[in-house]
T-cell receptor
């Protein structure tokens, strides 16, 4: 079985501040994928990134960056210079690749509010 | 445009009635999923399907049923046995069931009165 924990329930920042979202996971599988999704007020989840367990390089995409540390089972997400449009609920998710229990499991989500 | 269509967006039903939520995808994806979202609890998996005519229970399948008779369709029925059906329901699909990103529909908000 796997578990994804997002300890931060809500984060509120002022525009242009950086915000880091924490994600800690548990899995018995040695091979797995990690994901981040964004859920704006409209409700539809938007895929942001997928990372496999063998690739520990950090990734940057525009104002978004991700820090994957296998040693601490964490996959944190940073929004640099936040904007009001970044206000959303962000979910971290895990999918084992080899296990029979391969379903995509989500954390509880972190609500980010960016104030102008 | 390829994507996932859920209908209706809002649904109201009386307690004790069964209700079916529609989910259609034209992405030619093999895998499809139903999630339930409640405030503060993230997404919980109800059912998932790897391929046509096959589906498995997720973490909270009690009180729900599904079918997968066509690749593009994965309807979810919320039965009267579901004790607390009021929630936001999200359908998703992925190319393969393992390790690929899931694409989501816009969701159906079900309210049982």
């Amino acid at each position: 079985a796997q578990k994804v924990t997002q300890a931060q329930t809500e984060i509120s920042v002022v525009e242009k501040e950086d915000v880091t979202l924490d994600c800690v996971y548990e899995t018995r599988d040695t091979t797995y994928y990690l994901f981040w999704y964004k859920q704006p007020p409209s409700g539809e989840l938007v895929f942001l990134i997928r990372r496999n367990s063998f690739d520990e390089q950090n990734e940057i995409s525009g104002r978004y960056s991700w820090n994957f540390q296998k040693s601490t089972s964490s996959f944190n997400f940073t929004i640099t210079a936040s904007q009001v449009v970044d206000s959303a609920v962000y979910f971290c998710a895990l999918s084992p690749l080899l296990s029979n229990d391969y379903k995509l499991s989500f954390g509880a989500g972190t609500t980010v509010t960016v104030r102008a | 445009d390829g994507g996932i269509t859920q209908s209706p967006k809002y649904l109201f039903r009386k307690e004790g009635q069964n209700v079916t939520l529609s989910c259609e995808q034209n992405l030619n994806h093999d895998a499809m999923y139903w999630y339930r979202q409640d405030p503060g609890q993230g997404l919980r998996l109800i059912y998932y399907s790897q391929i046509v005519n096959d589906f498995q229970k997720g973490d909270i399948a009690e009180g729900y049923s599904v079918s997968r008779e066509k690749k593009e369709s994965f309807p979810l029925t919320v039965t009267s046995a579901q004790k607390n059906p009021t929630a936001f329901y999200l359908c998703a699909s992925s190319i393969e069931p393992r390790g690929t990103e899931a694409f989501f529909g816009q969701g159906t908000r079900l309210t049982v009165v």
